[in-house]
């Protein structure tokens, strides 16, 4: 069965940097698209940045570009998320989430709607 589990989140001052992780089990990385997305008490979920089977269609939210970077390792089957000059803003619980083409005949989708599975999620907290 298709499993995700996010790790890397942790508290960290404004400007820091935190890597997250997401491993995926139960199917390949070329055969689905996996998203970030995140959540803050008393906020929408939003996408974060997305990353199509092949690597080769990535989207960054606004709030991400030129911060976030979003990368997969098929090796590992691992999709991560650097991000760098962290902001207060940025504080939220995030998930990792994905879909299969067999189900979805979408290269790459933003829409939290159309993820099917889902980690547990992981806090990133920005802070002084």
């Known amino acids: 069965q298709v499993q995700l589990v996010e790790s890397g989140g942790g508290l960290v001052r404004p400007g820091g940097s935190l890597r997250l992780s997401c491993v995926v089990s139960g199917f390949a990385l070329e055969d689905g698209a996996i998203g970030w997305f995140r959540q803050a008490p008393g906020k929408e979920r939003e996408g974060v940045s997305c990353i199509s089977g092949s690597g080769g269609t990535t989207y960054y939210a606004d709030s991400a570009k030129g911060r976030f970077t979003i990368a997969r390792n098929p090796a590992e089957n691992t999709v991560y998320l650097q991000m760098n000059g962290l902001k207060p803003e940025d504080t939220a619980t995030y998930y990792c989430?994905?879909?299969?083409?067999?189900?979805?005949?979408?290269?790459?989708?933003?829409?939290?709607?159309?993820?099917?599975?889902w980690g547990q999620g992981t806090q990133v907290t920005v802070s002084s």
């Open positions: 989430a994905s879909y299969l083409y067999s189900r979805r005949r979408t290269i790459l989708t933003t829409e939290a709607r159309d993820y099917d599975y």
